[in-house]
């Protein structure tokens, strides 16, 4: 008898050791002195205890599991890398419901700005043109919700949603300041991976291809649009990246293999990462098919890769303006709380050797749209460049 109350007063003691073990574990600044100098790292200390002190003394009231998020952000906010994000459980799952599903949105192409999202394009018939947003817009808020620092993915995720249901997007309009707030209903966007259309210029036809991302399948896509635009008799091809922000590395190297036959065209690097080198496939289109590549400041990460490529092994000549400057690749690493860090882990490299961070591609000829014109003055240009390379 005595023996069974020796085991379990011994069970319940070390049940108690456990169970005051892990309260000390998530409040180790009430250890004694001594006892946090041995078992409790100076770090974990003070940020416990910074944490506490805001919770129990902030003159507003604050939600412990906020100042724990906001911590993780911190940390990685500190590498002053743009594209370097924690997610949160809440942010994470937004992101994967925005993946999984077929885009239905409001119909536009957004990039990074200091208040939020700045509107880049608007497709035509959509739910955004419908409520007067147009490029150079910047959406400020989404549901009353600011997107000052704000990761883009995170944000451009909050806007879409289930066809049919309506999002309040605050609205400003830098040229005269003013904002404004539109409930806009969200429906299925169908965009085309590719465009393609024969055009003329001196009385000479000539091939035409928009690519808008590099999804999966581009690449085969862009393959078929040339090939049919070189059977009905184009003398040479515009590729147009504008507003590109790019995709899947491997799309990337196959269509400008679609252009270049042999060579390297792009190689990546990273600190704990191997160097590779990624080469054309291969069973490229005839290389004296003249060609032009069309850019913008919305070209980004593997539309950049394309135009540096074709640009360095002297297969086309670009024009438009600075692109984005996205020379670096992130990885994105789930963690144990269902949230995830998505963080770079190398730099592109274009066959000559240029990173793109910063200053992304210059165009070799100058071509911009005019803003508040239906002319497509950027275009007009890059048909004028390819026209004087069938002389």
Known sequence: ???????????????????????????????????????????????????????QNFYREVDLDDLEEASLKGIVESLGDRYSHYFTPEETAALQESLDGEFEGVGMTVDESDEGLLVVSVFDDSPAERAGIRPDDVIVRVDGRPLRGVPVDVATARIKG????????????????????LTVRRERIAVPLTDARLRRVGGEPVGVVALSSFSSGAHAQVREEVERLLRRGAKGIVL????????????????????????VIVSTDGRSRPRRVFEARGDAIDEDVPMVVLVNRGTASAAEIVAGALRDHRRATVVGTPTFGKGVFQEVEPLDNGGALDLTVGQYFLPKGDNLTDSGIRPQVRARDLPRTRRDEAMAVALETLRGKLR
């Open 240 to 263: 147009d990246l504008r507003d590109n922000g790019g995709g899947l590395l491997q799309e990337g190297v196959l269509v400008a293999s679609v252009f270049i036959d042999e060579g």
């Open 1 to 55: 008898m005595r023996a069974a109350r020796t085991i379990s007063l011994t069970l319940l003691c070390a049940l108690l050791a456990l169970l005051a073990g892990l309260w000390l574990g998530g409040h180790p600044e009430r250890l004694p002195e001594p006892l946090r100098e041995v078992f409790v790292d100076d770090y974990e200390a003070t940020r416990a205890e910074l944490i506490e002190t805001i919770e």
């Open 162 to 181: 289930e066809a049919g249901t309506t999002v309040r997007l605050t609205v400003l309009r830098p040229d005269t300041g003013r904002q404004r707030t």
